[in-house]
């Protein structure tokens, strides 16, 4: 089992979702997060004033996958994170962590059955 955590431009979030269920990865947390990489912020204007925001608005995704889904999972958040078709600096980041154990609450199941 593996816990994939995505991060990935707000307005991407819908094409995400839709090429996620294409490959029925149809369970995933999503959150509001801010950061910065190589973007580095950004500047703005408020009142005439312009002023640097260090942080950027992004979505967080962590979805728990069964190490048979991992690769069809990443392609897809790849395909639809992906600003046009190359890519710009700040679609985001994929990061794949070892999931120890999942247990489910309500029925007690554990493992990939879990999931």
């Known amino acids: 089992m593996k816990l994939i955590i995505a991060i990935i431009q707000p307005h991407r979030l819908e094409a995400v979702k839709q090429a996620l269920a294409e490959v029925e990865v149809f369970r995933l947390t999503v959150m509001d997060v801010q950061g910065f990489g190589r ?9 005439g004033r312009e002023f640097s925001v260090n942080l950027v608005r992004k979505v967080q995704l962590l979805i728990a996958v069964n190490d048979d889904s991992l690769q069809p999972t990443i392609d897809a958040l790849v395909r639809g994170g992906r600003t046009g078709t190359s890519g710009e600096i700040g ?6 962590l070892p999931l120890e154990e999942c247990i489910r609450i ?10």
Do not use: H, L, M
């Open 91 to 96: 679609d985001g980041k994929i990061f794949v």
């Open 39 to 47: 973007q580095r912020g950004q500047s703005e204007a408020f009142r």
């Open 106 to 115: 309500r029925t007690g199941e554990r493992g990939g059955e879990a999931i």
